[in-house]
């Protein structure tokens, strides 16, 4: 009965990781939008840019949101925000319009990046954090994957690669409805557990950014910001990747970051069951180790099978990264977990300043070679940091 009834606070937690996902068409959006509008390198990896921007911005007064208003209610509102971000470019489509969507689309996803782990946290027992997070990566990871599909398959077939854009609105309106009416208590859910919700005064700017000051909590930070770089920059340049090398069109393209996040889904359902048996430490270098090989292949591939298995050994190791680095800062710090999940999505700028630097490199290279080196760097990074992770 007690299995039952985690089941089913779970399942609407899952939707909204589904939701979650979204932000990850952007990356084939920009493709898209970089032929619509006849854009550079530079100017088309701006969309991301714009995307990503807003977890610098948004994530630290989220969580002092979430303080206020609770997780539940922080999520719902993400998910109004995304679908919000959904319907403007079905009204509206120009570059302009097409800017304040995916701004849009950062901000919701931003409050749901801070207040949808904790949320999870409030259900699940600390041990299982680590490993449910992962399976709600994997379950994110299935909207990256399809979302390339769905664009291709309404630009052959539909004539219009935008029909996207409702078929992800519904869902998100769909994960509101399950959410509105789902029943999760944030506050003393598990025995002897710290209630670090119910606390005298919620935090301010200053006492969020204190906690950059531990020096874990710093460098993981800056390992978030190289692990979603790494994602963003592998979604937006994978498709130029084969059209560079073996001048295929954008919509047979696009399928590379579907191939990449098919390898990324695959990653995270194994990471779900390996890291609730496995240490976490070995996995984080295995993990690394894949990109490491990946990237390394990517710099010389120029046959369709090699880039595809390159970029599938990168979503591999790109799988677990998140959860890896987040569970431990929550775990580091159990009575500041909004504030410690509020910073480590403040990481996610890093789908600001890859992008930007992947392009500039790109247009001064002219080739696809400077992006590559761009998040070999950020994969370089991430390895310095496993002898800092526990068990």
């Known amino acids: 009965m007690k299995e039952m009834n985690i089941i089913r606070k779970l399942l609407p937690v899952m939707v909204a990781f589904f939701v979650m996902g979204f932000v990850d068409l952007v990356g084939i959006a920009a493709n898209y939008a970089k032929v619509d509008f006849e854009l550079s390198d530079t100017l088309a990896n701006l969309f991301p840019s714009m995307v990503f921007f807003w977890f610098l911005i948004v994530s630290v007064p989220a969580g002092m949101l979430m303080n206020r208003t609770g997780r539940r209610k922080t999520v719902l509102l993400s998910l109004a925000v995304t679908a919000g971000s959904l319907l403007l470019p079905l009204i509206c489509y120009s570059f302009v319009s097409a800017l304040v969507s ?13 207040s949808l782990n904790p949320l999870l946290s409030s259900i699940v027992r600390s041990e299982r954090l680590a490993s449910s997070m992962t399976f709600g990566q994997f379950v994110k990871a299935i909207a990256s994957f399809i979302a390339p599909v769905i664009a291709a398959w309404a630009a052959s077939s539909l004539g219009d690669w935008k029909y996207l854009f409702p078929v992800f609105m519904s869902v998100a309106v769909l994960g509101i409805i399950c959410l509105g009416f789902s029943q999760i208590e944030e506050k003393g ?13 919620p935090s301010t700017f200053a006492q969020c950014f204190a906690l950059l000051g531990n020096k874990l909590i710093f460098l993981s930070f ?9 994602d963003v920059g592998v979604n937006v340049t994978a498709p130029k990747l084969l059209i560079e090398r073996l001048h295929m069109p954008l919509a047979a393209a696009g399928y590379a970051t579907s191939v990449y996040f098919l390898f990324r889904t695959a990653g995270c359902l194994l990471g779900a069951f390996v890291l609730a048996k496995y240490p976490s430490k070995l996995f984080f270098l295995v993990s690394v180790l894949c990109m490491i090989a990946g990237f390394g292949g990517l710099f010389f591939s120029d046959s369709l099978l090699l880039i595809y298995a390159c970029i599938g050994l990168t979503g591999f190791g790109n799988a677990n990264i998140f959860p890896v680095i987040v569970s431990q ?10 504030e410690v999940s509020a910073l480590m999505v403040m990481g996610l700028f890093g789908g600001t300043i890859f992008p930007l630097l992947m392009g500039a490199f790109s247009d001064m290279t002219g080739n696809q070679s400077g992006a590559l080196a761009v998040m070999t760097a950020g994969v370089l990074y991430l390895l310095t940091f496993y002898p800092r992770l526990k068990r």
């Open 189 to 201: 859910e598990k025995k002897g557990e710290e209630k670090d919700e119910e606390r005298e005064a």
């Open 329 to 338: 800062a929550l775990l580091r710090m159990p009575g500041k977990k909004n």
């Open 222 to 230: 800056l390992c978030i910001i190289c692990h979603v770089g790494i």
């Open 102 to 114: 995916f701004s849009l689309l950062g901000i919701g996803n931003t409050l749901m990046q801070v």
